[in-house]
């Protein structure tokens, strides 16, 4: 198959930095479109990846699946693009669109396993996909998502990984009017959780563990702020939610939310991965029928619906703008949680 060498950032070992380095993408076939890159997201699973952290990190990694820029070319067969749109491409870029899972436009959750935008195995040029930390993506059309023009760019690169996470478990569990929903964390996906939830008409609350976050809730639309370490206020709110979005990404002691939850609640994890330390105590689930769920992005017409809702709704991520050569400076401060609250990087500071 004919390539294209392309200009990249990314990483040749687990404690290697991010250098410039170069990749080749495949010449779009008659599915296929290609984007010119303009802005990245840096989401925390960049860094787990490039750091091997999850395990199964296969080298060199180029991170990035928060993709947003500019199709240059487009196959023969394509027929929702045209050279010229604005594009978007989240975190994945294929699947075996054949499963019952596929079939219901959840390829997410593909019987087979998604191929995910980096770190995946590459069916078309064998080794590994190759993410947005580049100048230019080719992807099949199907995984290719209009952007709203009306939306700032740059802050719409977050949405296709944080923005996403979030919106699934609130259309899912159905919040809206009428529904309360408590967010715990205010990162990355936090604030997006705020912002979706509040858009949908719901009524949304923060559990934080200090007060320090309390007015930045507040501004990006919260209409309470519980902080969590504070039993009184706690129990204040025994009882309450309809939906719990938890995007805190280390293990924690899910037991106090659980108790905040109303008859039929839903708890539900989007951030953490591993076992629940200290378990759960079953007895107020049982004896409110509450549940504790998982939740991971959203499959393509879920995404597509959820840039249209943010199009209509002028939502779009809080970012700090980074140049590419800044993305390991960026990595610390992203360890340190030292950002409002996402980073994305102008991909035109790689082609300096």
């Known amino acids: 198959m004919e ?4 200009k990249a950032f990314g990483t040749v070992a687990a404690d290697a930095p991010l250098n410039e380095m170069n990749i080749q993408r495949r010449v779009p076939t008659p599915t296929d479109v290609e984007i010119d890159i303009l802005y990245c997201g840096v989401c925390h699973s960049d860094l787990h990846t490039a750091r091997n952290d999850w395990g199964g990190s296969i080298y060199p990694v180029v991170p990035g699946h928060e993709i947003v820029g500019k199709i240059t070319r487009v196959g023969s067969n394509v027929t929702k693009f045209k050279v010229g749109d604005l594009a978007a491409v989240g975190c994945m870029v294929d699947s075996c669109r054949e499963c019952e899972s596929c079939e219901h436009d959840l390829e997410q959750y593909c019987s087979h396993g998604m191929t995910g935008t980096y770190n995946a195995p590459d069916k078309h040029l064998g080794g590994q996909t190759y993410g947005g930390y580049s100048e230019r993506v080719v992807v099949d059309e199907h995984f290719v998502l209009k952007v709203p023009t009306n939306l700032n760019l740059a802050a719409v690169a977050p949405l296709l990984c944080a923005g996403i996470t979030t919106w699934s478990p609130l259309r899912h569990w159905n919040a809206g009017k009428g529904s309360k929903v408590a967010v715990v964390g205010l990162g990355g996906l936090g604030h997006m959780a705020i912002k979706l939830a509040k858009g949908l008409g719901a009524e949304v609350s923060l559990f934080s563990r200090t007060p320090g976050k309390t007015q930045d809730a507040l501004d990006l639309g919260a209409d309470h702020v519980v902080i969590s370490t504070d039993p009184k206020q706690m129990e204040a709110v025994k009882g309450t939610f309809d939906l719990i979005i938890d995007t805190v990404p280390y293990v924690h002691d899910v037991n106090p939310y659980v108790a905040t939850l109303n008859i039929n609640g839903t708890h539900v994890l989007v951030g953490y991965l591993g076992d629940l330390n200290p378990m759960l105590n079953t007895v107020p689930m049982i004896m409110g029928r509450k549940s504790v769920a998982g939740s991971v992005i959203g499959g393509i017409a879920e995404t597509q619906e959820l840039l249209d809702f943010c199009g209509k ?23 340190k949680s030292d950002v409002r609250y996402r980073f994305v990087i102008d991909m035109a500071s790689l082609k300096k």
């Open 3 to 6: 390539t294209k060498n392309t």
């Open 313 to 335: 709704h002028n939502i779009v991520s809080e970012i700090e703008m980074i140049n590419m050569q800044d993305i390991n400076t960026a990595y610390e401060r992203m360890l």
